[in-house]
């Protein structure tokens, strides 16, 4: 499947109707998704992280890039790869890596996860038009907005934020931990499709769709329940065997 096939999901979309992007972390759980007609993934990189064995944030860049390829390689639907800050590599590379990787797509976030601080954004957005140059229309670009997640609950930033890297030649934005209740004012303000996620207490899929959401992702989420379900398959395996 094409970057354009990709692109176009997000488009002409009716209001409750966003495109529900699971997040596969391996190979398996990539054609498991596939399999039940979802039209495309979206990786997330704390769950492909926790599936390697590393905390979020602390993947290596060569390791991602193969977890993202495993992926890639069983499935015919588009893909779309969490590269969180682009592992410090330059534009140029990083998008060869990238697309060499088989995805049509990359999130890209504006915080430092070691420092858990917020980039400046013109900065940010410099950085992101250098992507997209590299990249051409051949990567459908949703750049991360974490405002929100790091404290700042007045909109105004994120809405700064979104529209320079909208500016910039982002696809798609993401106001990651923005309130439901917020979510026409963002739709209002930005141009571009808005990725959101649902966190406990979230109003259901249709819902964020009607108040704005554009496409909806769930982060390491899709994850962490198969892991519950693995410790409950293991606790029931072990409470068989005699004591």
């Known amino acids: 499947m094409t970057v354009e096939t990709f692109r176009s999901l997000h488009h002409d979309r009716?209001?409750?109707d966003p495109l529900v992007l699971p997040g596969p972390w391996d190979a398996a759980s990539?054609?498991?998704f596939a399999?039940?007609?979802f039209p495309a993934l979206a990786t997330p990189s704390a769950g492909v992280a926790a599936s390697l064995g590393y905390?979020?944030?602390q993947t290596p860049a060569d390791e991602m890039f193969a977890a993202v390829a495993r992926i890639t390689r069983v499935v015919s639907i588009p893909v779309s790869a969490d590269v969180e800050a682009g592992y410090g590599l330059a534009p140029k590379e990083l998008v060869a890596?990238?697309?060499?990787?088989g995805a049509v797509g990359c999130n890209l976030e504006d915080s430092d996860s070691t420092t858990h601080s917020l980039k400046d954004p013109q900065r940010h957005a410099d950085w992101l038009a250098e992507v997209r140059a590299e990249a051409g229309d051949r990567l459908f670009i949703n750049a991360r907005v974490d405002s929100f997640l790091r404290g700042v609950s007045d909109p105004a930033e994120a809405i700064t934020r979104a529209r320079?890297?909208?500016a910039a030649g982002a696809d798609c934005v993401y106001p990651i931990a923005a309130p439901p209740g917020q979510l026409p004012l963002l739709r209002k303000e930005i141009d571009v499709p808005i990725n959101v996620a649902p966190f406990p207490g979230s109003p259901p899929i249709?819902?964020?769709g009607r108040l704005g959401a554009t496409r909806i992702t769930f982060?390491?989420?899709?994850?962490?329940?198969?892991t519950a379900a693995v410790r409950k398959i293991a606790e029931e395996l072990r409470a068989d065997l005699p004591h």
């Open 14 to 16: 009716a209001p409750g």
């Open 30 to 32: 990539a054609l498991a």
């Open 35 to 37: 399999d039940a007609g």
């Open 55 to 57: 905390e979020d944030g």
């Open 97 to 101: 890596r990238i697309l060499g990787s």
């Open 164 to 166: 320079l890297y909208a």
């Open 206 to 208: 249709a819902e964020l």
């Open 219 to 226: 982060g390491p989420g899709l994850q962490r329940k198969a």
